[in-house]
């Protein structure tokens, strides 16, 4: 996990809303539409909670086709175990500094002529 990763889960979880969002899914996925009724949320606030938590990878939403043919996007929560310790801390900065050292070898190896 790299700074940002960690940082995005901080991010999702450091929030009422997306806190009450998760308390929602615990239960098992729900529809959009009712999960704003039961937190009071208009759907466009919803779903940009939603999106936080998702890229977060907390929640995961599906598109489904209803009978009628609507489609219905249902989310549900993914399995997930946050744990903030020095030693999180640290390994998110040493991965950070891994992928940035890849990068400069990658753009390195682009550069140079054949």
Do not use: C, N, W
């Amino acid at each position: 996990m790299t700074s940002e990763e960690l940082l995005a889960q901080l991010a999702a979880v450091g929030h009422a809303q997306r806190l009450r969002i998760i308390g929602e899914l615990a239960d098992g996925r729900v529809h959009v539409s009712e999960l704003a009724r039961r937190l009071g949320l208009s759907r466009p606030l919803l779903y940009m909670h939603l999106e936080r938590l998702e890229k977060a990878g907390l929640v995961a939403g599906s598109l489904e086709l209803s009978d009628t043919g609507k489609a219905m996007k249902f989310f549900e929560l993914t399995p997930f175990d946050i744990h903030v310790t020095l030693d999180t801390v640290l390994t998110a900065l040493r991965e950070d500094t891994l992928q940035s050292a890849r990068a400069d070898r990658e753009a390195g190896k682009k550069g140079t002529p054949i």
